[in-house]
Protein backbone atom coordinates (compact mmCIF):
# COMPACT_ATOMS: atom_id res chain seq x y z
CA UNK A 1 0.00 0.00 0.00
CA UNK A 2 1.78 3.47 -1.37
CA UNK A 3 0.67 6.86 0.63
CA UNK A 4 0.69 8.91 -2.05
CA UNK A 5 0.22 7.56 -5.60
CA UNK A 6 3.39 8.44 -8.16
CA UNK A 7 1.46 11.46 -9.74
CA UNK A 8 0.92 13.29 -6.52
CA UNK A 9 4.64 12.69 -5.95
CA UNK A 10 6.02 14.09 -9.09
CA UNK A 11 3.46 16.95 -8.68
CA UNK A 12 4.80 17.78 -4.90
CA UNK A 13 8.37 17.62 -6.11
CA UNK A 14 7.69 19.78 -9.37
CA UNK A 15 6.21 22.30 -6.31
CA UNK A 16 9.35 22.09 -4.36
CA UNK A 17 11.20 22.33 -7.02
CA UNK A 18 9.94 25.71 -8.17
CA UNK A 19 10.12 27.14 -5.01
CA UNK A 20 13.95 26.63 -4.91
CA UNK A 21 14.34 27.93 -8.59
CA UNK A 22 12.10 30.91 -8.28
CA UNK A 23 11.02 32.11 -4.79
CA UNK A 24 14.34 31.57 -3.04
CA UNK A 25 16.43 33.74 -5.78
CA UNK A 26 13.32 36.21 -6.23
CA UNK A 27 13.85 36.81 -2.52
CA UNK A 28 17.50 37.52 -2.35
CA UNK A 29 16.83 39.82 -5.46
CA UNK A 30 13.89 41.95 -2.92
CA UNK A 31 16.86 41.77 -0.19
CA UNK A 32 19.16 42.98 -1.93
CA UNK A 33 17.25 45.75 -3.32
CA UNK A 34 16.20 46.72 0.14
CA UNK A 35 19.75 46.82 1.48
CA UNK A 36 21.47 48.35 -1.46
CA UNK A 37 24.04 51.35 -1.71
CA UNK A 38 21.75 54.60 -1.71
CA UNK A 39 22.61 56.57 -4.81
CA UNK A 40 25.13 59.95 -4.44
CA UNK A 41 23.77 62.90 -5.30
CA UNK A 42 23.53 63.87 -8.83
CA UNK A 43 26.76 65.22 -10.50
CA UNK A 44 28.34 65.62 -7.04
CA UNK A 45 31.96 63.63 -7.03
CA UNK A 46 31.41 61.37 -3.89
CA UNK A 47 34.04 62.30 -1.35
CA UNK A 48 35.28 59.88 1.32
CA UNK A 49 34.13 60.93 5.41
CA UNK A 50 36.81 59.46 7.92
CA UNK A 51 35.52 57.61 11.04
CA UNK A 52 37.16 56.42 14.08
CA UNK A 53 36.19 55.42 17.08
CA UNK A 54 37.99 53.84 20.77
CA UNK A 55 38.98 50.90 18.57
CA UNK A 56 41.05 50.67 15.15
CA UNK A 57 39.55 50.00 12.27
CA UNK A 58 39.21 46.21 12.09
CA UNK A 59 40.62 45.71 15.56
CA UNK A 60 37.80 44.38 18.55
CA UNK A 61 34.81 46.51 19.93
CA UNK A 62 35.37 46.88 23.30
CA UNK A 63 32.67 44.86 25.56
CA UNK A 64 31.09 47.62 27.06
CA UNK A 65 29.51 48.54 23.46
CA UNK A 66 28.45 44.94 22.90
CA UNK A 67 25.71 42.79 24.35
CA UNK A 68 27.96 41.60 26.90
CA UNK A 69 28.70 44.64 28.00
CA UNK A 70 26.55 48.11 28.71
CA UNK A 71 25.23 47.64 25.36
CA UNK A 72 25.48 51.42 24.26
CA UNK A 73 26.50 52.81 20.93
CA UNK A 74 30.28 53.31 21.09
CA UNK A 75 31.45 56.92 20.22
CA UNK A 76 31.90 57.93 16.57
CA UNK A 77 34.45 60.81 15.44
CA UNK A 78 33.85 62.12 12.22
CA UNK A 79 36.12 64.46 10.40
CA UNK A 80 35.97 65.71 6.17
CA UNK A 81 32.22 66.69 7.19
CA UNK A 82 31.84 69.21 3.68
CA UNK A 83 30.04 72.45 4.26
CA UNK A 84 27.03 71.56 2.17
CA UNK A 85 26.18 68.54 4.26
CA UNK A 86 23.33 69.37 6.45
CA UNK A 87 22.66 65.78 8.27
CA UNK A 88 24.24 62.71 9.10
CA UNK A 89 23.11 58.94 8.72
CA UNK A 90 24.71 56.11 10.87
CA UNK A 91 23.87 52.18 10.23
CA UNK A 92 25.71 49.35 12.04
CA UNK A 93 25.40 45.98 10.37
CA UNK A 94 26.24 43.00 10.49
CA UNK A 95 26.82 41.79 6.87
CA UNK A 96 25.72 37.77 7.07
CA UNK A 97 26.01 37.82 3.11
CA UNK A 98 27.40 40.17 1.64
CA UNK A 99 25.98 42.49 -0.94
CA UNK A 100 22.03 40.93 -0.61
CA UNK A 101 21.52 40.50 2.92
CA UNK A 102 23.13 42.73 6.46
CA UNK A 103 21.60 42.29 9.86
CA UNK A 104 21.31 45.49 11.30
CA UNK A 105 22.23 46.47 14.61
CA UNK A 106 21.52 50.59 14.58
CA UNK A 107 20.04 53.06 12.35
CA UNK A 108 19.94 56.88 13.26
CA UNK A 109 19.26 59.82 11.15
CA UNK A 110 19.00 63.38 10.87
CA UNK A 111 22.53 64.40 12.79
CA UNK A 112 24.00 67.25 13.45
CA UNK A 113 26.77 67.42 10.69
CA UNK A 114 28.52 69.58 13.25
CA UNK A 115 29.40 67.20 16.26
CA UNK A 116 30.76 64.02 16.60
CA UNK A 117 28.59 60.92 18.26
CA UNK A 118 29.04 60.50 21.78
CA UNK A 119 28.56 56.92 23.58
CA UNK A 120 24.71 56.03 24.20
CA UNK A 121 23.21 58.83 22.28
CA UNK A 122 19.68 59.83 21.90
CA UNK A 123 20.24 62.50 19.21
CA UNK A 124 18.77 62.21 15.77
CA UNK A 125 16.04 59.61 14.87
CA UNK A 126 16.37 56.36 16.33
CA UNK A 127 15.12 54.18 13.41
CA UNK A 128 14.10 50.30 14.65
CA UNK A 129 16.79 47.57 13.94
CA UNK A 130 16.83 44.14 12.75
CA UNK A 131 15.27 42.83 16.20
CA UNK A 132 12.76 45.31 15.93
CA UNK A 133 13.80 47.47 18.59
CA UNK A 134 14.74 51.20 18.49
CA UNK A 135 18.26 52.55 18.83
CA UNK A 136 21.46 50.58 18.96
CA UNK A 137 21.66 46.94 19.96
CA UNK A 138 25.38 45.75 20.45
CA UNK A 139 27.23 43.00 18.64
CA UNK A 140 26.15 39.49 20.13
CA UNK A 141 27.89 37.41 17.95
CA UNK A 142 27.83 32.85 17.91
CA UNK A 143 32.39 32.52 17.00
CA UNK A 144 33.59 35.68 16.08
CA UNK A 145 31.81 38.47 13.54
CA UNK A 146 32.69 41.76 11.51
CA UNK A 147 30.21 44.80 11.66
CA UNK A 148 30.72 47.55 9.49
CA UNK A 149 29.89 51.29 11.14
CA UNK A 150 28.69 53.75 8.42
CA UNK A 151 28.38 57.12 8.15
CA UNK A 152 26.86 59.18 5.54
CA UNK A 153 26.81 62.62 4.91
CA UNK A 154 23.59 63.90 3.31
CA UNK A 155 22.86 66.97 1.65
CA UNK A 156 18.95 66.79 3.47
CA UNK A 157 17.45 65.83 6.36
CA UNK A 158 15.00 62.64 6.26
CA UNK A 159 11.32 62.82 6.78
CA UNK A 160 11.02 59.18 8.23
CA UNK A 161 8.91 58.04 11.15
CA UNK A 162 11.10 56.42 13.68
CA UNK A 163 9.66 52.76 12.44
CA UNK A 164 11.72 52.99 9.13
CA UNK A 165 14.00 50.35 9.17
CA UNK A 166 17.29 50.37 7.32
CA UNK A 167 15.50 50.00 3.60
CA UNK A 168 13.53 52.63 3.85
CA UNK A 169 16.17 54.85 5.30
CA UNK A 170 18.44 53.99 2.22
CA UNK A 171 16.34 54.47 -0.03
CA UNK A 172 14.91 57.77 1.29
CA UNK A 173 18.62 58.60 1.34
CA UNK A 174 18.94 58.20 -2.73
CA UNK A 175 20.93 61.16 -4.51
CA UNK A 176 21.00 63.05 -1.17
CA UNK A 177 24.57 61.50 -0.16
CA UNK A 178 27.80 63.95 -0.41
CA UNK A 179 30.21 61.87 1.24
CA UNK A 180 30.43 58.29 2.91
CA UNK A 181 33.02 57.13 5.74
CA UNK A 182 33.14 53.24 7.28
CA UNK A 183 34.61 51.43 9.96
CA UNK A 184 34.89 48.14 10.97
CA UNK A 185 34.98 47.01 14.17
CA UNK A 186 35.06 42.57 15.39
CA UNK A 187 33.37 41.14 18.28
CA UNK A 188 33.97 37.16 19.40
CA UNK A 189 32.03 35.48 21.79
Request: glycine letters at 8%; hydrophobic letters at 40%.
Amino acid sequence: MRFWPIKKWKQALLVIFLVIVIVVPASFGYLAYTNREPAYKTGFSPTALNVSSVFENGAAIPTMYTAQGENVNPPLYISGVLQETTSLVVTVTDPILPGVMAWTHWIVWNLSPDQNITANTSAGVQGRNSWNNYGYSGPDPMGTRTYIFTVYALDDTLSLSADSGQGAVLRAMDNHVLAKGQLTGTSTK
